[in-house]
């Protein structure tokens, strides 16, 4: 597929264990590859809605009658869906990763390979752009972001270089980024460091982990008892929150144990699926993907 290829693709549907007249949701639908699968296994009553905020997604919609395409991000899913009368469903698919099409359109400014403006808005709605990030955050918040959503122990000196940096002009494209924080590249190096600079401005940006957060915490009330949720994740992140909330129905600490030292959680965990190799081999930028399927409870 030109716009998407889509990661554990069959993987991540056999997770929904899919029943022909349930009602599913594709949260993350993209070039459509997932919402596809989807289709091909319901029957005539079943129902598939699909969310995505990026306004080019919109153009693969799926011309199915058993098919509505929600142009939102999926951190709304259960006020949208309570619009179209949708309480419980039988099972959620999300992958989390940005898109192949919002990495190779250049003028996104995702990716690291080309010279575009500073922008990494999923949604043109979004307020904030890599521009303002760069240009505008302050020393501390700048650092902390890099540290935190970066995983860069040295956000400290990143950040104080790029704010010593646009005193003297604006920092306004990725090449000039790049070309900012050049003593801090080695070639051995760069595009992995690049990359984790890259996507701690993203999130940022996106405000995905918020967004991840917001969604999870929907899944327990919408999915009917012994319900699939099926989540592929591509970085440390985004996995961490999906295997904590599953595991315990919370993002940090620890749930509370009864009088009988007993805990109630949402989920029933699965097995962690990681692409084969011939996945891989076909679609690099499957490699860091792990699928965590749960049952609802």
């Known amino acids: 597929m030109s716009y998407h290829n889509p990661v554990l693709l069959f993987e991540s549907v056999d997770g929904l264990e899919i029943v022909p007249n349930g009602i599913y949701v594709d949260v993350t639908f993209g070039g459509g590859g997932h919402s596809k699968e989807i289709l091909k296994r319901l029957g005539a009553d079943g129902k598939l809605f699909a969310f995505d905020q990026d306004e080019d997604a919109l153009k693969n919609t799926i011309d199915d009658e058993r098919f509505i395409l929600i142009h939102e991000n999926f951190r709304y899913v259960k006020r949208f869906l309570k619009f179209y009368g949708i309480k419980k469903v039988n099972g959620i698919l999300a992958d989390l990763g940005v898109s192949s099409h919002q990495f190779d359109e250049a003028s996104r400014g995702f990716s690291t390979r080309f010279d575009a403006e500073l922008d990494m808005?999923?949604?043109?709605?979004?307020?904030?752009?890599?521009?303002?990030?760069?240009?505008?955050y302050p020393e501390e918040k700048l650092s902390n972001l890099l540290f935190l959503y970066g995983e860069l122990r040295n956000a400290r000196a990143l950040a104080k270089q790029i704010v010593e940096s646009r005193v003297e002009k604006p920092v306004k494209t990725s090449f000039e980024l790049k070309q900012v924080l050049q003593?801090?590249?080695?070639?051995?190096?760069?595009h992995k460091i690049l990359a984790q600079i890259?996507?701690?401005?993203?999130?940022?940006?996106?405000?995905?982990?918020?967004?991840?957060?917001d969604f999870l915490m929907q899944t327990e009330e919408l999915l009917e008892t012994g319900a699939k949720l099926s989540v592929i994740s591509y970085h440390s992140l985004e996995d961490r929150l999906v295997k904590r909330y599953i595991r315990s129905g919370m993002f940090e600490g620890e749930p509370e144990k009864d009088f009988y030292g007993n805990i109630t959680v949402p989920f029933k965990k699965g097995k962690l699926i990681t692409p084969s190799q011939e996945e891989i081999k076909i679609n690099n930028r499957a490699r860091s993907a792990k699928l965590r399927i749960a049952t609802k409870l």
């Open 198 to 213: 890259f996507q701690a401005v993203r999130i940022e940006v996106n405000q995905e982990l918020e967004a991840l957060k």
């Open 121 to 136: 808005r999923m949604s043109k709605k979004t307020e904030i752009s890599a521009y303002q990030v760069i240009n505008k």
């Open 183 to 190: 003593r801090f590249l080695p070639k051995s190096k760069e």
